[in-house]
């Protein structure tokens, strides 16, 4: 295996298990363009209908591992057997593990709003953590993180204050690990996209509401997971060398700076 390319190197996705999300999107990618992959996911049986479907549609190597992103030890289980697999080493990090909430602020408890930043915020923190070390030893690195348009805009879509300000912690992590991790060689960018069309809000909306949603988008519709798996691919590609500490904007129009 020719490790001079990136593509013969590992991407680790959190949240890669969720059937319609964006997580299983990314790693189906990644797969589809060469790199061997990590599907990680809190849900067991979903991170392993990720793995069956990628095994199933191409010749990448894929591991899939359950892991609690807001937990030091399962984020540190989950590089120890990502180390120990016959996978080849990580070049990729994708933080897209994370959860919604519209609570309004005047109902927001301490407790939700620990919650909210231990899967958005610090899930991210403890992911890209332990996975640097190994980026820099094997001399390519690609942190890929997940906001929300909701951090820029002030919630807007669906999710209020405490996802909003988990997912601003997200771009303010992603700038200034951009800074500190750039005489290694590695490239850290926030991915931002707008109202997609995922579970993420199942339950908590209907198909009206997804509807003028969808017709309040210049674009005139919702994001593909497709949309946004190829942006995490393309960041975490050679021609995205010189791509670093960037929020990408992927909203359809619907928000515009
Ligand atoms: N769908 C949207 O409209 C949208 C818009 C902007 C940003 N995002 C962000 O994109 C990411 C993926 O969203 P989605 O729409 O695919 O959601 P989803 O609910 O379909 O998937 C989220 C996945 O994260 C996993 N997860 C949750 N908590 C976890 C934990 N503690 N440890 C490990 N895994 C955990 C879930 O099991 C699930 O598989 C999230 O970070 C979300 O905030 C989504």
Not at 6 to 26: E, K, M, N, Q, Y
Request: proline fraction near 5%; charge should be negative.
């Amino acid at each position: 295996m020719d490790l001079s390319l990136p593509t013969h190197r590992t991407a680790v996705v959190t949240g890669a298990g969720s059937p319609r999300g964006l997580g299983r999107a990314i790693a189906r990618r990644y797969a589809r363009e060469g790199w061997a992959v990590v599907v990680a996911d809190l849900d067991t049986s979903a991170a392993d209908s990720t793995a069956a479907l990628i095994a199933e549609e191409s010749e990448a190597l894929v591991l899939a591992h359950q892991v609690d992103v807001t937990s030091v030890d399962s984020v540190e289980a989950l590089r120890t057997a990502v180390v120990a697999s016959e996978l080849p080493p990580v070049g990729a990090v994708a933080t897209v593990a994370g959860i919604a909430d519209p609570t309004p602020f005047l109902e927001v408890t301490p407790e939700l709003w620990e919650r909210v930043f231990a899967v958005n915020s610090t899930g991210t923190f403890l992911t890209v953590r332990a996975f640097v070390p190994d980026m820099i030893e094997h001399g390519y690195g690609r942190v890929v993180t997940m906001s929300s348009v909701s951090a820029q805009q002030g919630g807007g879509v669906f999710s209020k204050t405490p996802y909003s300000a988990a997912k601003a912690a997200v771009l303010g992590f992603t700038r200034s690990i951009a800074r500190e991790l750039a005489p290694h060689g590695i490239t850290c960018n926030a991915v931002s996209p707008g109202a997609a069309d995922t579970d993420i809000r199942a339950g908590a909306t209907d198909a009206e509401r997804e509807a003028a949603l969808s017709a309040s988008i210049p674009l005139g519709r919702q994001a593909t997971p497709e949309d946004i798996a190829a942006l995490f691919v393309f960041l975490s590609s050679e021609d995205a060398a010189y791509i670093t500490g960037t929020t990408q904007n992927i909203n359809g129009g619907s928000y515009i700076a």
